[in-house]
């Protein structure tokens, strides 16, 4: 694919157009008429599913069950959490017609189900024997955004939203840290993506919570992305929608809530942490092809390599491994390598007369680009050896670059100058006020990404007052 790659705009020189770029040329997605629309295609729907399967896997592992809630919600149960409509407010996208009659009452096309979901767990929960509800939805949203681009942030989008009900806020905020461990997990173990974990800021929390856990994740840009975030609601919501049960003393009294979301903007977090310039690079344990065969064939030796590789193909394929054999005839070798390199396969087997003369086959690690001359006996073994490798060297490097990008600073001018000119996590103290941190957003246009959950104290750089450690950055 030596003319689609020569296309490819180098991430080095434009990332914003090498993503966009990538993101079509890999056929990942697609644009929509309505603006903010995209279609997710069959590529990267396949690398949603693995992760979508790893999560429902270890949500059902921690005794939740997955439902369907409805899409529409009446206008009257946003305006019931003050805070929370407040929040939507700017991103709700609303039906006013029915067929050809004008609505009583304006829908809303569900930005978040808290509210709806809250209406359902009113008339469900009566006593602490119904407790804990937990409950997991796989569900589209629909959120107003001005400014889009493809899984980052578009209007419409795909993600998994739990939502919890308890007797105790001890037992709330034992499920939202769980919920928070299960996505570093999944970031860790799927997507080799180092990711940070901590809380919001008041003014960065969820609307409506009384605290937000957030997985944080810096990008190949210096950009830090909003991963995955678990909400403690407390008893907000429950007294906003009447909810309440009898405890074991015959008390009526209201239970806390929780909420929690993954979405499908990680897989543009995944194509920013790994891509380059020659594609995308996918970790195996997501990638939809782990290994793909190419043989290389001139004239009469044709048949007998073809036929070689669809053994092998079918040797590999019987071992477990997501296998592909590239047996098109059109274009050459080096089309496909580059294809697949694009494609962020994360090893090539290649197969020729001579390799088949001597018994052995090539494995290319798109990782690393490393070429390895291996046994043909041997070959299903150390595929599978690899795709160990490969995995924990990209959470590796992956960690060795946030590592490097992480700046501890030590006066104001130091901050500006970091965050404007190297990017990436800046840690400093931060007095906990809300007119430091606009400050700070006002000159840097950074934010307060967590609060680590161990955090150091410190002079405010700004204010000079007391002050514990917050990790800021340029975030999307």
């Known amino acids: 694919m030596t003319e689609a790659v020569e296309k490819l705009t180098k991430k080095s020189e434009d990332a914003s157009r090498w993503y966009l770029d990538l993101v079509r040329m890999a056929k990942l997605a697609d644009y929509g008429p309505v603006r903010g629309t995209f279609a997710i295609r069959p590529y990267g729907f396949e690398i949603w599913e693995r992760i979508q399967s790893y999560l429902d896997r270890r949500f059902k592992e921690t005794g939740h069950k997955n439902a369907s809630f409805p899409l529409l919600i009446p206008e009257s149960f946003l305006n019931k959490e003050a805070e929370h409509v407040e929040g939507f407010a700017p991103e709700c996208a609303w039906v006013t017609m029915g067929g050809n009659d004008e609505l009583e009452e304006r829908l809303a096309i569900r930005p978040t189900s808290e509210s709806i979901i809250c209406d359902f767990y009113k008339n469900w929960i009566h006593s602490h024997r119904d407790l804990p509800v937990l409950i997991n939805q796989w569900a589209n949203v629909l959120r107003w ?122 897989i543009g977090g995944l194509i920013l942490v790994h891509g380059d310039d020659r594609g995308l690079k996918l970790p195996p344990n997501l990638a939809p092809t782990q290994a793909v065969i190419v043989p290389i064939w001139r004239g009469k030796n044709k ?136 400050k700070i957003k006002d000159d840097t246009k950074a934010t307060i990404r967590l609060l680590p959950f161990e955090r150091e104290e410190g002079e405010d750089l700004v204010s000079g007052k007391p002050g514990k450690t917050a990790v800021f950055a340029r975030a999307y």
């Not at 180092?194 to 609307?207: D, I």
């Not at 997985?215 to 009447?242: I, P, V, Y």
């Not at 590592?403 to 965050?419: L, M, S």
Request: hydrophobic share 35%.
């Open 145 to 266: 955004e001005m400014v889009t681009r493809p899984f980052l942030r578009t209007s419409e989008f795909l993600w998994q939203e739990g939502h919890t009900v308890h007797a105790t806020a001890e037992e709330a905020r034992a499920e939202t840290l769980q919920m928070l461990d299960v996505y570093q997990d999944c970031f860790h173990e799927m997507l080799s993506i180092p990711v940070l974990t901590g809380m919001k800021s008041p003014s960065e929390r969820f609307s409506g919570a009384v605290e937000t856990y957030t997985c944080e994740a810096l990008m190949g840009d210096g950009r830090a992305l909003q991963a995955a975030t678990s909400h403690d609601l407390g008893q907000n919501f429950a007294k906003a929608f009447d909810i309440s049960f009898l405890d074991e003393n015959q008390n009526r009294v209201r239970p806390y809530q929780t909420s929690w979301g993954f979405s499908t903007r990680v």
């Open 303 to 438: 048949p007998e390599v073809r036929e070689e590789a669809e053994s092998l193909f079918a040797e590999l394929k019987e071992s477990g491994l997501r296998m592909e054999a590239d047996l098109d005839e059109e274009h050459s070798p080096g089309w496909k390598f580059n294809e697949h390199e694009l494609r962020g396969v994360p090893v090539r087997v290649e197969l020729g007369p001579k390799d088949i003369e001597k018994g052995q086959a090539v494995l290319v690690r798109r990782d690393t680009g490393e070429k390895e001359f291996v046994d043909r006996k041997s070959v299903a073994a150390r595929l599978s050896e690899l795709m160990v490798e490969i995995q924990q060297n990209m959470l590796y490097q992956a960690s060795q670059f946030r590592h490097a990008n992480t700046h501890q600073v030590e006066t104001y001018d130091e901050f500006k100058e970091t965050i404007a000119e190297r990017r990436g996590f800046v840690v400093a103290p931060w007095d906990g006020t809300e007119e430091t941190e606009q």
